[in-house]
């Protein structure tokens, strides 16, 4: 159901208090009159600046007076909608609560509702129980084609035939770009290519790339991680890798056309430093799609409400940018014991919207969760069907570590590959991780470089010599990785037998 339908539902439902979070107020506010005048209802439209504006009788009324905004809906009888901007700045005042909840209780009884329309959920804990909160997603792509197609045609006005100059391909490639902005958002990118180039263009893609990062950060929730990584740059992980490299053309419309669902997602099991957030931005770089970070503790807030709402934002706005890679780095640490304790419930509210939206998504959000500690993952995650593989991620064995050094020597010196002795380097450097080795390398330069000469295979060792690992220092927790996955509950990364060296 779309928001229309579920407002007009609501609506004939006669939900009293009803609360609408977007910061799209011309677009939520032109749907509202819409869906009012097609029951029948009047529309009355008030701010804090300007008072009631609908109708010109009473034009002003409520002006700076939210709690005189309130009592002129009990001089309204007949149906009608009232839209409410900006008023959750007020819900805190005593006068104010005590009177929504009386118009709550009047309301029911009544074909009329009120409506709070404001850029985030700000309720407090003495009104949560009587607003009902509806969320209005973003644009979908047919209504970013018909606004590409009408500003194109304006800046064509003078050609009766509105030729928008831009094929199919060129529009289809700016409504993709666009998914995930405001309507607002994309009028103003647009403006500013018609504003440099005097028309639209197939290169205005980057400008709306642009302004999508920026959008993006503005959320605070998902950031959106440049991925230049790719699968050759992972030593080892056999296994894993063919299973990527499998799925390629998963996202595509022959994929589609022969029948494949969308990839659901993978989870990464194992020790730190093996390549588990690396495989994670190959994965974003091999299939060209974009790569959202999810920080899970920016999900957290302390008002009611806001933490769900905020998931919900997550998960509408990695759809809205669909197909793409969704990075959540460390799951173990915010998922951990979701018992509830402590934060009434709401950590395992937002775990159980997590969870319900990873089993039922039907939008392309590839999910790739990454974790150290696998035990103190919830068993629901682990179950099949919220990600299409579970994947070990151990230590290296010799080979793979010998695979890690040439990646890591060609990085620095890929003219000079030949002076490093990649064989002895591996064998003399059991138990390292992909990360302590390359931290080797890297302290072996700054010997060379302290000497000013070039850094050998000898610095390296030097340098590795120096490194306790983290095989040495976590031994016991390591040891229990290794067993849970010797025991069949994950698939190896790795072709060779991890747990020897």
Same mark, same amino acid.
Not at 155 to 182: E, F, H, M, W
């Given at each position: 159901?779309?928001?229309?339908?579920?407002?007009?539902?609501?609506?004939?439902?006669?939900?009293?208090?009803?609360?609408?979070?977007?910061?799209?107020?011309?677009?939520?506010?032109?749907?509202?009159?819409?869906?009012?005048?097609?029951?029948?209802?009047?529309?009355?439209?008030?701010?804090?600046?300007?008072?009631?504006?609908?109708?010109?009788?009473?034009?002003?009324?409520?002006?700076?007076?939210?709690?005189?905004?309130?009592?002129?809906?009990?001089?309204?009888?007949?149906?009608?909608?009232?839209?409410?901007?900006?008023?959750?700045?007020?819900?805190?005042?005593?006068?104010?609560?005590?009177?929504?909840?009386?118009?709550?209780?009047?309301?029911?009884?009544?074909?009329?509702?009120?409506?709070?329309?404001?850029?985030?959920?700000?309720?407090?804990?003495?009104?949560?129980?009587?607003?009902?909160?509806?969320?209005?997603?973003?644009?979908?792509?047919?209504?970013?084609?018909?606004?590409?197609?009408?500003?194109?045609?304006?800046?064509?006005?003078?050609?009766?035939?509105?030729?928008?100059?831009?094929?199919?391909?060129?529009?289809?490639?700016?409504?993709?770009?666009?998914?995930?902005?405001?309507?607002?958002?994309?009028?103003?990118?647009?403006?500013?290519?018609?504003?440099?180039?005097?028309?639209?263009?197939?290169?205005?893609?980057?400008?709306?790339?642009?302004?999508?990062?920026?959008?993006?950060?503005?959320?605070?929730?998902?950031?959106?991680?440049?991925?230049?990584?790719?699968?050759?740059?992972?030593?080892?992980?056999?296994?894993?890798?063919?299973?990527?490299?499998?799925?390629?053309?998963?996202?595509?419309?022959?994929?589609?056309?022969?029948?494949?669902?969308?990839?659901?997602?993978?989870?990464?099991?194992?020790?730190?430093?093996?390549?588990?957030?690396?495989?994670?931005?190959?994965?974003?770089?091999?299939?060209?799609?974009?790569?959202?970070?999810?920080?899970? +503790?920016?999900?957290? *807030?302390?008002?009611? /409400?806001? #933490?769900?709402? !905020?998931?919900?934002?997550?998960?509408?706005?990695? %759809? $809205?940018?669909?197909?793409?890679?969704?990075?959540?780095?460390?799951?173990?640490?915010?998922?951990?014991?979701?018992?509830?304790?402590?934060?009434?419930?709401?950590?395992?509210?937002?775990?159980?919207?997590?969870?319900?939206?990873?089993?039922?998504?039907?939008?392309?959000?590839?999910?790739?969760?990454?974790?150290?500690?696998?035990?103190?993952?919830?068993?629901?995650?682990?179950?099949?069907?919220?990600?299409?593989?579970?994947?070990?991620?151990?230590?290296?064995?010799?080979?793979?570590?010998?695979?890690?050094?040439?990646?890591?020597?060609?990085?620095?010196?890929?003219?000079?590959?030949?002076?490093?002795?990649?064989?002895?380097?591996?064998?003399?450097?059991?138990?390292?991780?992909?990360?302590?080795?390359?931290? +080797?390398?890297?302290? *072996?330069?700054?010997? /060379?470089? #302290?000497?000013? !000469?070039?850094?050998?295979?000898?610095?390296?060792? %030097? $340098?590795?010599?120096?490194?306790?690992?983290?095989?040495?220092?976590?031994?016991?927790?390591?040891?229990?990785?290794?067993?849970?996955?010797?025991?069949?509950?994950?698939?190896?990364?790795?072709?060779?037998?991890?747990?020897?060296?």
């Amino acid at each position: 159901m779309n928001f229309e339908a579920d407002l007009n539902l609501i609506l004939r439902a006669r939900y009293p208090l009803i609360y609408i979070p977007s910061a799209e107020e011309e677009r939520v506010e032109a749907v509202i009159t819409n869906v009012a005048k097609s029951l029948g209802r009047s529309i009355f439209v008030w701010d804090f600046v300007d008072g009631y504006q609908s109708n010109p009788t009473d034009a002003g009324m409520g002006k700076r007076n939210p709690l005189q905004a309130l009592e002129f809906v009990d001089k309204i009888p007949k149906g009608a909608v009232f839209v409410l901007r900006d008023f959750d700045r007020f819900l805190d005042d005593v006068a104010i609560a005590r009177k929504l909840k009386n118009l709550a209780r009047r309301l029911k009884s009544e074909a009329q509702n009120i409506i709070v329309l404001a850029s985030q959920i700000n309720i407090p804990d003495s009104l949560s129980e009587f607003f009902s909160i509806l969320e209005f997603p973003l644009p979908n792509p047919s209504e970013l084609r018909t606004e590409i197609e009408q500003i194109a045609c304006s800046v064509s006005y003078a050609n009766p035939t509105c030729d928008i100059q831009l094929d199919k391909q060129a529009i289809d490639d700016l409504v993709r770009a666009g998914q995930g902005l405001s309507l607002e958002k994309m009028r103003r990118v647009l403006a500013k290519a018609i504003a440099e180039n005097g028309r639209l263009r197939p290169d205005d893609v980057d400008l709306i790339l642009e302004e999508k990062r920026q959008s993006i950060r503005q959320t605070q929730i998902l950031e959106f991680y440049p991925s230049t990584t790719e699968i050759s740059d992972i030593g080892g992980l056999d296994n894993l890798k063919e299973w990527l490299l499998r799925r390629g053309s998963a996202f595509s419309d022959r994929a589609r056309k022969y029948g494949l669902p969308h990839p659901r997602g993978l989870l990464l099991a194992g020790i730190q430093g093996t390549g588990k957030s690396l495989t994670a931005k190959a994965i974003s770089h091999h299939w060209h799609l974009p790569l959202l970070r999810l920080d899970v +503790g920016r999900l957290f *807030a302390g008002l009611v /409400g806001e #933490s769900e709402s !905020r998931t919900r934002q997550m998960i509408q706005l990695a %759809e $809205a940018l669909s197909p793409c890679v969704l990075w959540i780095d460390e799951i173990d640490k915010a998922f951990a014991g979701t018992d509830g304790r402590g934060d009434s419930g709401t950590t395992n509210r937002v775990f159980g919207t997590f969870l319900t939206w990873m089993a039922e998504k039907t939008s392309p959000v590839f999910v790739v969760a990454t974790a150290n500690n696998i035990r103190t993952l919830p068993p629901e995650l682990l179950r099949k069907g919220r990600f299409d593989e579970v994947f070990f991620v151990g230590l290296p064995n010799q080979e793979e570590r010998s695979q890690i050094f040439s990646v890591h020597v060609s990085k620095y010196r890929p003219h000079n590959t030949r002076a490093y002795d990649i064989d002895r380097l591996a064998y003399e450097t059991p138990d390292f991780s992909g990360a302590e080795i390359e931290q +080797g390398i890297i302290e *072996a330069m700054h010997i /060379g470089f #302290s000497q000013n !000469r070039d850094f050998t295979t000898d610095d390296i060792l %030097e $340098a590795a010599s120096q490194i306790v690992p983290l095989a040495q220092t976590a031994q016991q927790e390591i040891q229990v990785l290794q067993e849970w996955a010797a025991s069949g509950k994950a698939r190896l990364a790795s072709r060779q037998n991890v747990f020897n060296k």
